[in-house]
Structure formats: C-alpha cells, structure tokens
C-alpha cells in the first residue's frame, strides 16, 4: 500500500449565516489532524462557485474535484434542516461520481434538538451509497448543538472528544482498507 498520508477532508455541509454546524466542522477538521498518518482540510460550501442554472458534472468545480478525487475517506458536517439535509449540499455533492468510488464516508450530524441529526444522517445514507462511498457504522451526533459550544465555538462538554476518537477510528481502518483495494484488487 502507498505510504502517503490517508487524506480525509470535512464539508461544512450548510452556507447558513450564523452557522452552527461551523464550529463542529472546525473541531472535527482540528481533531482529524491530530491523529498520526492522516492529514484533512475544511471544505466550506460557501467557498464553492456553483451555479444554479444546472445540475450534476456539468456544473463540477475543478478545486471540490481535485480534493474529492485526492480524499480517501469524507467527513460530512451536516445540519438537520426539516429532518432532512440542505439543498446545496446535495446540490454539491452530486457534481462528482468518480471521485467517491470505492472511499470511505463518515456523517456528523448537527440539530438543535435533541435528536444529533440522527434524522438527516438516514436521509443521507442512501445517497451516500448511490454515490459509490462506503458508509461507516459511526455517526457524530452534535445534538442541543448550542450547549457543545459557546458563541466564540468554544468546545464546552469535552466528552466529544472521546466520542469523536471512536467515529475517527472506525473511519480510518476503513479508509485504509479502501485505499489497499483500490490499489490491490480489481473491481470487474
Ligand atoms: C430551515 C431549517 C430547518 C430546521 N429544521 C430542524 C429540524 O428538523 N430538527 C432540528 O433538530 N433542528 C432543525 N433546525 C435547527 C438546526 O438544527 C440548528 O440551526 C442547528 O444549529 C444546526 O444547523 P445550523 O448549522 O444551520 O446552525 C432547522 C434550522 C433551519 C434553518
């Protein structure tokens, strides 16, 4: 298998102003870069010029490619917008196909309530599979987001932390199996 760094970059799934799925994205990317081997970068929707006159790989943006086609897994910062996922992030998502094949994808979701977005991760699922990614069987559940972190995205209940280890783990090993079958193993 090829040594270089596991790649594993986190979309910040919602262009809302006033945000709370930024902080959490912004404390997964820091805990992502601490572990050994692995590297991230924080991909932010709102700093992808996609039009709205178009749909799908007509539309792709060479920087979200390039990136999506480098990763080895996804972290997915998604909030719980009417129990289901934000319109431009599928509306992003759906301009790549290739670039996801056969990588491994992890969700965190974000709800004001007390649900941690548990609803928007079932919605996400299906797709996430329709696009060639492997889903893990961890989540990051970010519920009463408000009470995680203060307004300056201070982290306030450091028991994600240990929660997070767990869900980075999983998608690691499986973001290391992943990249050895595509490197080892044919697919037809
Ligand atoms: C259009 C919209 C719909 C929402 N629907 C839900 C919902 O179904 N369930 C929930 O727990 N919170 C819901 N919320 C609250 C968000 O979960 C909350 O804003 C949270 O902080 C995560 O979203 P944010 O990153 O936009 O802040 C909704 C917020 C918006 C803007």
Same mark, same amino acid.
């Given at each position: 298998?090829?040594?270089?760094?596991?790649?594993?970059?986190?979309? @910040? %799934?919602?262009?809302?102003?006033?945000?709370?799925?930024?902080?959490?994205?912004?404390?997964?990317?820091? &805990?992502?870069?601490?572990?050994? %081997?692995?590297?991230?970068? @924080?991909?932010?929707?709102?700093?992808?010029?996609?039009?709205?006159?178009?749909?799908?790989?007509?539309?792709?943006?060479?920087?979200?490619?390039?990136?999506?086609?480098?990763?080895?897994?996804?972290?997915?910062?998604?909030?719980?917008?009417?129990?289901?996922?934000?319109?431009?992030?599928?509306?992003?998502?759906?301009?790549?196909?290739? /670039?996801?094949?056969?990588?491994?994808?992890?969700?965190?979701?974000?709800?004001?309530?007390?649900?941690?977005?548990?609803?928007?991760?079932?919605?996400?699922?299906?797709?996430?599979?329709?696009?060639?990614?492997?889903?893990?069987? #961890?989540?990051?559940?970010?519920?009463?987001?408000?009470?995680?972190?203060? &307004?300056?995205?201070? @982290?306030?209940? /450091?028991?994600?932390?240990?929660?997070?280890?767990?869900?980075?783990?999983?998608?690691? #090993?499986?973001?290391?199996? @992943?990249?050895?079958?595509?490197?080892?193993?044919?697919? /037809?």
């Amino acid at each position: 298998m090829t040594t270089q760094p596991i790649f594993i970059p986190v979309i @910040l %799934g919602t262009p809302r102003q006033g945000r709370m799925s930024e902080p959490v994205a912004k404390f997964v990317v820091e &805990q992502v870069a601490k572990r050994d %081997g692995v590297e991230t970068e @924080l991909i932010d929707i709102r700093n992808i010029p996609l039009p709205t006159s178009d749909e799908g790989e007509s539309i792709k943006d060479p920087k979200f490619s390039e990136t999506m086609m480098r990763a080895d897994a996804l972290i997915i910062v998604v909030p719980e917008y009417n129990h289901g996922y934000p319109g431009l992030l599928k509306h992003l998502l759906d301009t790549n196909l290739k /670039e996801y094949i056969h990588k491994a994808v992890g969700i965190c979701g974000v709800s004001a309530g007390p649900f941690g977005g548990t609803r928007v991760i079932q919605s996400l699922l299906p797709v996430m599979r329709e696009l060639g990614l492997v889903n893990i069987f #961890w989540d990051g559940n970010f519920s009463n987001v408000h009470n995680i972190f203060d &307004q300056s995205g201070k @982290l306030l209940d /450091e028991a994600y932390i240990r929660r997070l280890d767990k869900f980075l783990q999983e998608l690691v #090993w499986m973001a290391k199996v @992943l990249r050895y079958g595509r490197e080892n193993i044919a697919s /037809e």
